[in-house]
């Protein structure tokens, strides 16, 4: 199916912006962190942008999205404001989810962005969910899955996979092959290292994408969701990828050497993209300033409401949570 992404001036400026706000959002909260302002564990998108950014695209108002526990670029792309997305991260009253579910649990409703999710593999059974409450409901609708590769171990993949297809049931199922679950290597943990085989498995349509490359992830993103309109049924897409810092704020990342993240580091979709931008006179160093300039204010913006924000007051702890009372 040939699906053609408008490469326009507007466009791809707004692709590049997306994917420095991410970049920038993120490196903020690690400066929070370390001044103990963000507490827990928080786990950073930095060098898969392009996924996000690019999937993000191909969704309309009336799609949903299940995310995992590497969330913040995937809310930040949805369109959830980065002002509370930012008091979330800072246990602030005024987050998207009160300040109770952190890094990990970034929850918009009204923008359909359902988690954030901590354990690996558990959004796979709720987008399945959501797309067969939508499919039941008669909405039209694609419910966007991201996990990473390391999910396709748990029994839940096996399981979404199989019922999504079985009910044809409109998923989009995105798998974020960083190369790395945790510490362990794809090519140590998995006999199948290609990832988009086991989806075929299920007789669901599947391929492989350039995760670096933000147009190439639209484009197929983009394809993905028309499949799924037109024909029902799920779709999986695996974007090759690679996080540029370590699984999370604690990992020394030991495993990895150094020399292939340098080398990954000079492909990142951020640089890629600029430099095709400015090989191509999209883009010129004034309007690269503007962008970061117009990314920093927003995000020092955000950084006073959190800070300025409240905490939840301690009567209202037991709030949202259903006691019952176990007979004698």
Known sequence: MSVKVHLDHAHMHHLLKEMIRIRRFEAKCVELYQAQKILGFLHLYDGEEAIAVGVMQALGPDDSVVATYRE????????????????????????????????????????????????????????????????????????????GEGAVDEGEFHEALNLAALWRLPVLFVCENNLYSMGMALARAEAQTDIARKAASYNMPS???????????????????????????????????????????????????????????????????????????????????????????????????????SLEPVEDVERFVTMQEVPQ
Request: hydrophobic fraction near 45%; aromatic fraction near 8%.
């Open 72 to 147: 913040h670029g995937q809310a930040l792309a949805r369109g959830v404001p980065a002002n509370l997305i930012m008091a979330e991260m800072l246990g602030k009253l005024e987050g998207c989810c009160r300040g109770r579910g952190g890094s990990m649990h970034i929850f918009d409703r009204q923008r359909r962005f359902y988690g954030g999710n901590a354990i690996v593999g558990g959004g796979l059974p709720l987008a399945t969910g959501v797309a067969l409450a939508d499919h039941m409901l008669g909405r039209k609708a694609v419910c966007a899955c991201f996990f």
């Open 207 to 309: 391929e492989q994408v350039d995760g670096m490359d933000v147009i190439a992830v639209e484009s197929a993103a983009r394809r993905a969701v028309a499949a799924i309109n037109e024909q029902g049924g799920p779709y999986f897409l695996e974007c090759k990828t690679y996080r540029l810092r370590a699984h999370s704020m604690f990992d020394a990342q030991a495993y990895r050497p150094k020399e292939e993240i340098e080398a990954w580091r000079d492909r990142e979709p951020i640089v890629r993209l600029r430099r095709w931008l400015e090989a191509n006179h999209f883009i010129t160093a004034g309007e690269i300033e503007a962008i970061e300039r117009e990314v920093d204010a927003e995000i020092d913006a955000a950084v006073a409401f959190a800070e300025a924000g």
